[in-house]
Every structure is written in structure tokens, then in C-alpha cells.
């Protein structure tokens, strides 16, 4: 038997002396080596583990959102002033657009008139349609063989049948 059985139960059993006896010295050692190399071990996997650990990122601020510079004329005599303004109608989300000059303009008319009309949704798409086709080509045949792959290559990304956009005029496909 090599180890005495503990007097309480859930000591650690220790080993009797009579077995070491004479050997203590060579045992220390190979005792100590093991713990010098258990310790390295650790040492040299230490920058490893810190490599592998989940590091928290700071906080980071959200964006400010970006300033437009849209297309604004003033037309202007006597007694009347007219601003022409370009719009776009599908903005990213968080676009400031509507302060400094422009909401300015708006401020100082009396009067807005727009490009849209007041139509129902099937009037509007009947009337983009009847302008927006191709006639006797495609969108894909307008395009250089670069840009074709290009465009070919991000519907197949998006899963959409590149004939789809065909008989779409370029500014309708857009």
C-alpha cells in the first residue's frame, strides 16, 4: 500500500515515510522540476490565453449624422423670390437634411409645389412604366462586360433573377 488511508473523511491520503526513505532529496527535485515546468507552462501560454480572451471595446459614440449640401437655386426680383430645389426621396437613415439654407427657404415661402403629384399608387406606377422601359434593348446590354458581372454577380447575392431589371430604364433600375 502506498498511501495511508486518511483518519477524516475528505482528507488527502499521504504517502507513508518508509517509502521515501533515503529518496527525499531526488524526490524534492523531480517534485521541484515538475512545479518549475507546470509554472513555465503557464507563463509561456499566459500571452496566448490573453490573446484568446474576449476583450471588452470601449464604447464607441454613434456617428453624427452627416450634413447634406443638396441642390439649392434662389431665383429672385423685386417683389418675388423662388427656390428650386433638388430632392432626393429615398434618404439614408440618420440624414440631417432639413436645416441651414433649406429649411430657411422653406421657412420664408408662402407657397411649395413639388414634382409628385397627388395620385394614387397604381396611377404613379402605371405612369413610371409607361416611361420607364426599354424599348428594343436591355439594361444589361447597355452595360460594359465590368459592369455587367459586377451587376450580375450582386443580384445572384441578393437572389434576384438578373432579368428582372432587363426592360428597366437605367434610372427606374437605379
Request: with cysteine.
Amino acid at each position: 500500500m502506498l498511501c495511508k488511508l486518511a483518519r477524516s473523511e475528505g482528507a488527502i491520503p499521504s504517502f507513508p515515510r518508509k517509502v521515501f526513505a533515503g529518496k527525499r532529496p531526488a524526490m524534492r527535485h523531480v517534485i521541484r522540476t515538475i512545479a518549475a515546468a507546470i509554472a513555465l507552462t503557464g507563463l509561456g501560454l499566459s500571452p496566448v490565453a490573453r490573446a484568446q480572451a474576449p476583450v471588452a471595446k470601449a464604447a464607441t459614440p454613434a456617428p453624427a449624422p452627416r450634413q447634406m449640401k443638396p441642390a439649392l437655386w434662389k431665383v429672385a426680383d423685386e417683389d418675388t423670390t423662388i427656390y428650386l430645389f433638388g430632392t432626393v426621396h429615398a434618404l439614408p437613415k440618420g440624414l440631417v437634411w432639413l436645416d441651414g439654407p433649406i429649411a430657411a427657404a422653406l421657412d420664408e415661402s408662402s407657397e411649395l409645389l413639388t414634382e409628385i403629384p397627388d395620385v394614387s399608387d397604381a396611377e404613379q406606377q402605371k405612369a413610371v412604366m409607361a416611361i420607364g422601359l426599354l424599348k428594343g434593348e436591355t439594361l444589361r446590354s447597355m452595360m460594359s462586360d465590368t459592369d455587367r458581372t459586377s451587376f450580375e454577380a450582386l443580384l445572384a447575392r441578393l437572389k434576384i433573377p438578373p432579368e428582372t431589371f432587363d426592360p428597366l430604364e437605367p434610372w427606374l433600375a437605379g
